[in-house]
């Protein structure tokens, strides 16, 4: 025993990383929730068990940051748009699960336990409360934005903050008042104490929600290097924990509060959403559980009938109300009985709020010498955090197999659509934006993967060029990795560039591509260069030409120009998918301009596939009103042009006008334009002599008929 507690720094964080290695092993043998082998191993290792490590400082600092993590992830996974059509069941599930637990315990502890008012009081604020220690378990299973899950997660931080605030007020009235009770407005102080909270409280949040987008979007814009944008989110994170501490509320309402507003601007399928969630899953987090396991000592169950007593008692009640408030809430809502269960899993859980509203209780005088937390109640609380652990974990797990078995019909329909996409790249500072919408227009729970091509003519500069193009699509294959995304890549040699785009699209299978429009023009000063032109009328399949004057994930609207009779093309539905996954990974607005004939059928799609999508339509009478768009697009919206191949049902001759009007009128904004999918094969299929590849847009006949009107 001379060799333990371990202090060397090294073997220490050896230890810690051999249990985040071999707990969910040995757990996933048993078929237990792997959470729970982390705070059991914390048991085991903790000084009430083998005494292998101490509970020092580094568990301080990593649990606290392992428990913001968990606050900040759910914030930054949660779909704010449900959250305000539902913020009525917000406000009432987080009621219930706040008031119910707090009204049996004090009973309990004032009936059974013969605490006093304001121990009583202290208890129910801790059972009142509950950590989402089982919310990696939902992340494992991909639940994070199902109606349940995101209730218990709004619902958790309104009764967390509630309780929080109780235990302000108490600790604030004790201050005054060591014996906890009140003596009237004596207490010219507690009511100081009260409207500077307040105060406190609102001007914080106001400047959280005013400056922390403004800041982001400022850094978003000016720097695209992947390790400074994560620094710089993590440094909103611990900044915005700091402050609400400063205010004397818990760090993490300030991390949750963090992850709402930064939730948004990163993309739930991007290369940083997959490097915040690795780092915290794979240390901080567990590092947390394993901490909290070292605070508990069984050895206390048996210290006699009384203390089991306690704890039965504190466990029963405490749980029992959390059920209560979980199912009501889910028969009020009409929610399923697997919805209800996922519910309670997720809110039945205490560890770090309660073990910080204990340590507050144990700084509270009553009289010389006593203060308001006993050991029997420390004991007893510090138990049922073990217990309780154990139950969200265990409910969780299985009403996440329930639910995710319920939806596989559902999710099995629709993937049914999904699609291999092709970008096509060449240029350095375009390519990341291009993969990036790969990304999002792909969705994250689709089964398609995505080719990178480039190009290269095969001429004397062709080894130099195509040297170039590797080191750009080794590049974007760090990209694709980052977002755990795979990806092929691919170098072509072609002596004309459309027809290699073309065979490679066939050879791959791909079903759309995705490419930067022509931005060159001092090279080329035609609107479409030198190969889109044959590219689209050589290809029946989606092409979606896109330029970004700006980074994707600050952009906070996209406009849709919709031409009349869209509906009947064959394509429809996959641009309107596309943009539907665009809008929701990007959390913006999107808002359609069309015939009212197409925006019906537009928004009867979103409210049955896409109901999440916050959508407008605008009735645009004719084509020609596009122009008049230009007026209130601002440097943050996306203008998505929906265009149409010459001889199919949706094209007008208006649509001729199109390059010089987005020249005249759109210089300079984001800008996207499709080209829905057709019916027929490749021209590849039928290609000869007497059908040629490539078609002209403009034919003698075009050119008589312009002659004539300008007569």
């Not at 494992?140 to 109606?147: E, F, S």
């Not at 009235?173 to 060591?178: F, K, Q, S, T």
Request: proline share 4%.
């Amino acid at each position: 025993m001379i060799y333990f507690p371990i202090t060397s720094p090294t073997l220490i964080f050896f230890v810690v990383l051999l249990i985040i290695l071999l707990a969910p092993i040995v757990m996933g043998k048993l078929r237990i929730p792997h959470i729970i082998g982390m705070v059991l191993a914390g048991v085991l290792i903790g000084e009430h068990g083998l005494n292998i490590l101490e509970r020092d400082d580094s568990f301080e600092l990593f649990g606290k940051v392992g428990l913001l993590y968990i606050m900040f992830l759910a914030g930054l996974e949660m779909d704010l748009e449900s959250v305000k059509r539902n913020s009525r069941r917000f406000f009432v599930f987080g009621l219930l699960t706040c008031l119910i637990p707090l009204g049996l315990t004090y009973v309990m502890a004032t009936a059974l336990l013969d605490y006093s008012p304001a121990a009583a009081f202290l208890l129910g604020c801790i059972m009142a409360s509950n950590t989402l220690i089982a919310y990696p378990i939902v992340a494992r299973y991909g639940l994070q934005r199902h109606p349940s899950v995101m209730l218990s997660v709004g619902s958790s931080m309104i009764s967390l903050f509630l309780a929080l605030v109780m235990i302000a007020g108490l600790a604030g009235a004790m201050a005054g008042n060591p014996s906890g009770e009140p003596t009237g407005p004596a207490s010219g102080g507690l009511w100081l104490f009260w409207v500077l909270f307040v105060v406190k409280l609102v001007v914080y949040i106001a400047a959280c929600f005013v400056l922390i987008p403004r800041l982001t979007r400022y850094f978003l814009r000016r720097y695209s290097d992947a390790v400074m944008q994560f620094i710089y989110v993590l440094a909103v994170m611990f900044l915005s924990a700091a402050l609400s501490e400063a205010i004397g509320v818990e760090g993490i309402v300030g991390a949750f509060l963090s992850g709402l507003i930064l939730n948004r601007y990163i993309p739930s399928v991007s290369p940083l959403m997959n490097r915040l969630e690795f780092t915290g899953n794979a240390v901080f987090i567990p590092y947390f559980l394993i901490g909290v396991g070292m605070l508990i000592n069984l050895g206390t169950l048996f210290d006699g009938p009384a203390m089991l007593y306690i704890v039965a008692l504190i466990v029963f009640f405490g749980t029992f109300g959390k059920a209560v408030a979980a199912y009501l809430s889910s028969l009020l809502f009409r929610l399923s009985k697997p919805e209800g269960n996922m519910m309670f899993g997720l809110t039945c859980a205490h560890a770090a709020g309660a073990i910080a509203m204990i340590m507050v209780g144990m700084r509270l005088e009553v009289s010389p010498g006593h203060y308001l937390v006993s050991n029997d109640m420390l004991n007893g609380v510090v138990i049922m955090i073990l217990i309780t652990c154990i139950i969200s974990s265990m409910m969780t797990e299985h009403a996440a197999k329930q639910i995710v078995l319920s939806d596989k019909p559902a999710t099995a329909h629709s993937q049914e659509g999904d699609s291999k996409i092709m970008i096509c790249v060449k240029y350095p500072e375009i390519a990341p934006q291009l993969l990036s919408q790969a990304l999002l227009v792909r969705g994250s729970q689709s089964q398609g993967g995505i080719v990178a091509l480039n190009v290269v003519y095969d001429d004397e500069k062709a080894t130099a060029n195509r040297a170039e193009g590797l080191q750009l699509l080794e590049r974007l294959q760090r990209q694709a990795s980052a977002a755990e995304v795979p990806l092929q890549t691919q170098v072509r040699l072609a002596s004309n560039i459309a027809n290699g785009i073309k065979h490679a699209f066939r050879e791959t299978g791909c079903s759309e591509i995705i490419m930067g429009m022509h931005v060159h023009t001092d090279r080329n000063a035609k609107f479409w260069g030198d190969f889109i032109q044959s590219l689209y009328n050589g290809l029946n399949r989606q092409i979606m030409l896109s330029r970004f004057v700006q980074p994707l994930n600050t952009l906070r609207r996209i406009r849709v120009a919709v031409p009349s009779r869209a509906e009947f093309e064959p394509g429809f539905r996959r641009w309107l998918e596309c943009l539907c996954r665009l809008a929701g990974g990007l959390d913006c607005r999107i808002q359609f301009h069309g015939r009212s004939e197409s925006l019906t059928l537009i928004a009867d799609y979103i409210g049955s596939h896409h109901s999440s999508v916050r959508a407008d339509y605008t009735p645009m009478s004719h084509w020609n009103e596009l122009p008049q768009l230009a007026s209130d697009i601002a440097a943050d919206h996306l203008l998505v042009v929906v265009t149409a191949r010459k001889g199919t049902i949706s094209y007008k001759n208006a649509l001729e006008r199109l390059p010089d009007e987005l020249q005249q009128h759109f210089s300079g904004k984001n800008l996207m334009i499709i080209f829905p999918d057709q019916y027929g094969q490749q021209k590849e299929d039928s290609m000869s002599f007497t059908e040629a590849q490539h078609r002209e847009e403009s034919s003698i006949y075009d050119a008589l008929l312009h002659w004539l009107y300008s007569r």
